[in-house]
Antibody, heavy 119, light 108 residues
């Protein structure tokens, strides 16, 4: 069965960077886009962008352009999301989510990684 | 960017009741590329409905979706205890992909 296992919680200072990993299993990693979605405490869902694990191609939401970088290591079926120049309002749970079949729907999700930005 | 507005914000209901949730888009969603998810506390969201009315794999038939253009609806025919959660709509017609603000269905 599909599993997405994310790295653990992080605490970062404003201005720092954070890199979250998402290890995939149970399917062909390079066959499906991987999305990143975040959720601030008590708030709704916000899409950040997608990564094509096959080519390394990316598409970022304009809001995060210049601050987010999505990469992958196909040898270990792992996707990464790095967010730089962190601000207090970047405090959120960050999820990786597998694309269903190239249609920008999310059919499997990681367990989430809490990133706290605090001075 | 397509803005999705969900209503109401919160619904207080009892098990067995019928519930209807609304999602309105700021512009027409082509091809009914509108999905619904629910999220229980401490869990990741789960895909329920795609294409406005198609149930995702493993979703029981008490969940149904309808609508087109700018107005979409999710209906749960009889609430089960496990259905109390937050429900989000999502459009996948255009980038950026966007979600509604959510409707919380809580136990009365």
């Amino acid at each position: 069965q599909v599993q997405l296992v994310q790295s653990g919680a992080e605490v970062k200072k404003p201005g720092a960077s954070v890199k979250v990993s998402c290890k995939a299993s149970g399917y062909t990693f390079t066959g499906y886009y991987m999305h990143w979605v975040r959720q601030a405490p008590g708030q709704g869902l916000e899409w950040m962008g997608w990564l094509n694990p096959n080519t390394g191609g990316t598409n970022y939401a304009q809001k995060f352009e210049g601050r987010v970088t999505m990469t992958r290591d196909t040898s270990i079926s792992t996707a990464y999301m790095e967010l730089s120049r962190l601000r207090f309002d970047d405090t959120a749970v960050y999820y990786c989510a597998k694309d269903r079949k190239g249609d920008y729907l999310f059919d499997s999700w990681g367990q989430g990684t809490l990133v706290t930005v605090s001075s | 960017e397509i803005v999705l507005t969900q209503s109401p914000g919160t619904l207080s209901l009892s098990p067995g009741e019928r519930v209807t949730l609304s999602c309105r888009a700021s512009q027409s969603v082509s091809n009914s590329y509108l999905a619904w998810y629910h999220q229980k506390p401490g869990q990741a969201p789960r895909l329920l409905i795609h294409g406005a009315s198609s149930r995702a794999t493993g979703i029981p038939d008490r969940f149904s979706g309808s609508g087109s253009g700018t107005d979409f609806t999710l209906t749960i025919s009889r609430l089960e205890p496990e259905d109390f959660a937050v429900y989000y709509c999502q459009q996948y017609d255009s980038s950026p992909l966007t979600f509604g603000g959510g409707t919380k269905v809580e136990i009365k």
